[in-house]
């Protein structure tokens, strides 16, 4: 399967914010934020005035970048959001947040999104009781993300669960660590959302 294998840094001073895509280093002095806040490039450090299309597209590509999602999986989460009932940026974020990789990150079973998806790829969460190595499988209210059995006496999975409770889940999800195991409580409302993105211009990038 298709994904970014550049530096991931480089994406974050593109938008001129953190969008967490490495882990406890996006919290330390090493974030390419804190040293070099300014676009990559030759000519990063040049003043630009941003137009109307270029915010909405700089959206778009933080939206795809903090998910790490691809832009063919992109536009089928939005040309679904839009055939929902509701508001189709608030659908659009509740999909994104309900991907499997999402939801096994968000429980703090992985420090990034991008650990969460190799975590799933490699056969080690369970969906529903069932092995799922989809990480854009969609939860759905009631559902139960678990470590698979075969998988909880590994090193790694050991030293996470020590972690956890150093960690917090949001409202719209709850934590056993013992089990290692989350509930979907509910999908998630767009206050229950952390994400830094402005969905109205993601919105208006599709719809021109």
């Not at 700089?58 to 998910?67: L, T, W």
């Amino acid at each position: 399967m298709a994904r970014y294998t550049g530096p991931v840094c480089k994406l974050c001073r593109r938008q001129g914010a953190k969008l967490f895509l490495k882990g406890e280093r996006c919290f330390g002095p090493k974030c390419a934020i804190e040293r070099r806040n300014f676009p990559p490039g030759e000519h990063g450090q040049r003043r630009r005035k941003i137009s109307e299309f270029g915010a909405q597209l700089r959206e778009k590509q933080k939206a795809r970048a903090i998910y790490g999602v691809l832009e063919r999986q992109f536009a089928k989460h939005f040309v679904e959001a839009e055939r929902r009932p509701g508001v189709t940026g608030e659908n659009l974020l509740q999909l994104l947040e309900t991907r499997l990789d999402n939801v096994v990150y968000r429980l703090g079973l992985a420090d990034s999104r991008s650990q969460a998806r190799q975590i799933v790829r490699h056969g080690h969460i369970t969906l529903r009781g069932r092995k799922t190595d989809i990480p854009s499988a969609l939860v759905k209210a009631g559902d139960i993300v678990a470590v698979g059995a075969g998988s909880k006496e590994s090193e790694y999975f050991k030293m996470v669960q020590d972690t956890l409770t150093r960690k917090s889940v949001p409202g719209w999800l709850s934590l056993d660590i013992a089990a290692l195991s989350g509930r979907v409580l509910s999908l998630p409302a767009r206050d229950q959302i952390d994400s830094n993105v402005t969905e109205q211009l993601v919105v208006e990038h599709y719809s021109r």
